[in-house]
């Protein structure tokens, strides 16, 4: 009798014991099977890398008081496929419900898997959740969320000024770069000076194609233009020298040309063998500043050549006022060119003796007169 009391009390014992190691029951909503979408049309930026692009997050459907887990998959394919190919996603059992989809997880995976895609085309995907109760094998789909989804072949990560308007003039090597917006990768700027002309907007400083142009019809919009046939040459005109900032958002294809205000420089100096100083960086000779924007000396030159620096480098990396030509001779009404580096144009000197120099920087001007 002691042995089956005993024997009893082991059996009783031993199932609360394996009762107690058992899963709870599954507490599940009981809510249809429903799917969300973070928007309704995505455009996959490479460039933003691991920084989210689609969200998804779906009920938990039910699993009919059962208590049974259930497990989640969620699916995509282009609209009309009737999900006979695409990607699938086994989520598995999760409380969290959710799946989220980074930029370059949609450049590795959805792009590639549907290679029929052209670059910068919407196409429409559908999307759905199916949930699988484990205990019974049943299944549940939510209704179909469209979703209009394209790649953009197109963004880049480098963007530069170049034209007569720019620091650098119309020499590719020597294209300005703007700064890239990094809370916002499609936005690029740039702040500092510009001069009369015309500039545009450069994807590199290899070859002039591609690049973006000004709009024939709207001159905050830009034009892609990837090829000579694509679309004409426009550029931005600069009509008055000062400081600027230029914003332009590649993607919404705009731009933004703010005047600031303020002279285009404070100091103009001469430099070279006409110059009193010659060709030392300690004894420049600065030119007199009489107005705004308006540089003029009177003095002797040597005969010999002559250009203007705007500020003191020695290592000859900053930007000065160059004559249109090489060895230019000097007019009264002439013009020049401002840019760091090369074409390093000069304007030679016939002969010594006294002269009258005035620059005007708001048109570009420059005058010679000998006294």
């Known amino acids: 009798m002691k042995n089956i009391i005993l024997s009893t009390l082991y059996l009783v014992t031993l199932s609360l014991l394996l009762f107690s190691c058992e899963k709870p029951l599954e507490q599940v909503e009981e809510k249809p099977l429903a799917l969300t979408v973070s928007r309704d049309s995505v455009r996959c930026l490479p460039i933003y890398k691991d920084l989210a692009a689609l969200e ?13 887990a259930i497990a989640y998959t969620v699916e995509t394919d282009l609209a009309g496929n009737d999900f006979q190919g695409g990607l699938r996603w086994e989520i598995g059992r999760t409380a969290d419900r959710t799946l989220v989809l980074s930029h370059q997880q949609m450049a590795d995976t959805l792009f590639l898997t549907f290679p029929e895609i052209k670059a910068d085309t919407y196409v429409l995907f559908e999307w759905r959740v199916r949930a699988t109760v484990l205990q019974t094998g049943e299944e549940q789909i939510s209704p179909v969320v469209t979703v209009a989804m394209a790649w953009n072949a197109t963004m880049m990560t480098e963007l530069f000024l170049v034209g007569d308007a720019t620091p650098g003039g119309w020499n590719l090597g020597r294209a300005t770069p703007m700064v890239i917006d990094m809370d916002n990768f499609t936005t690029f700027s ?40 694509r679309y004409p040459d426009f550029k931005w005109t600069i009509a008055r020298t000062g400081t600027y900032r230029i914003t332009a958002d ?73 004559a249109p030509m090489p060895d230019c001779a000097p007019a009264a009404k002439g013009t020049f060119d401002a840019h760091a580096g090369d074409p390093d144009n000069k304007w030679l000197i016939p002969e010594s003796g006294d002269w009258s120099i005035r620059i005007n920087i708001n048109d570009t001007t420059i005058s010679f007169v000998r006294l």
């Open 250 to 322: 590649v993607e919404a294809l705009t731009i933004e040309v703010a005047y600031l205000g303020g002279e285009a420089y404070s100091h103009i100096y001469m430099i070279g063998d006409a110059a009193p100083g010659g060709w030392s960086w300690d004894n420049l000779t600065e030119m007199s500043h009489p107005e705004e924007n308006v540089f003029t000396y009177e003095g002797p030159l040597a005969a010999g050549q002559l250009k203007f620096p705007t500020e003191i480098k020695s290592d000859w990396s900053g930007e000065m006022l160059y």
């Open 190 to 229: 740039w702040t500092g000076q510009l001069h009369k002309g015309e500039f545009k907007l450069m994807t590199g400083t290899e070859d002039w194609i591609p690049c973006f142009v000004r709009d024939t019809m709207n001159n905050t919009k830009m034009v892609y233009r990837d090829s000579e046939e």
């Open 56 to 68: 998804l997050s779906w009920t938990a459907g039910t699993n009919h008081g059962t208590g049974s």
